[in-house]
């Protein structure tokens, strides 16, 4: 597996990262969503120093994640994964009952 370097940018500072070529648009994702929560907290908050800008954006993704794990364990909400198992199971059932009426 090749490792490709990628230079991105948070809170207006350069960072190298390593990642493999096939994640690189899910690491660029990933860091324009702490690029901005960085932003937000230095723009909302008092919050000054990078390192205290970082702990605090660190705590509100960590609460969205949070909240969103409960809302799947608690079926309100369902990861991709499982609503393409669904809409795929749905399909199979339709096609057996169209086939059905065919014959």
């Known amino acids: 597996m090749s490792i490709k370097q990628i230079e991105v940018q948070i809170l207006e ?5 390593a990642c493999p070529p096939e994640h690189e648009d899910d690491l660029r994702a990933a860091v324009a969503r702490v690029d901005a929560e960085m932003n937000k907290v230095r723009a ?35 990861p991709a994964e499982e609503i393409q198992r669904t809409i795929q199971r749905m399909n199979d059932r339709l096609t057996t009952v169209i086939d059905q009426y065919q014959a």
């Open 13 to 17: 500072q350069s960072y190298r990262l």
């Open 44 to 78: 909302q908050s008092t919050v000054r120093g990078t390192d205290r800008i970082a702990v605090m954006a660190a705590l509100s993704l960590a609460s969205d994640l949070l909240a969103l794990e409960k809302s799947i364990a608690a079926g309100q909400a369902f």
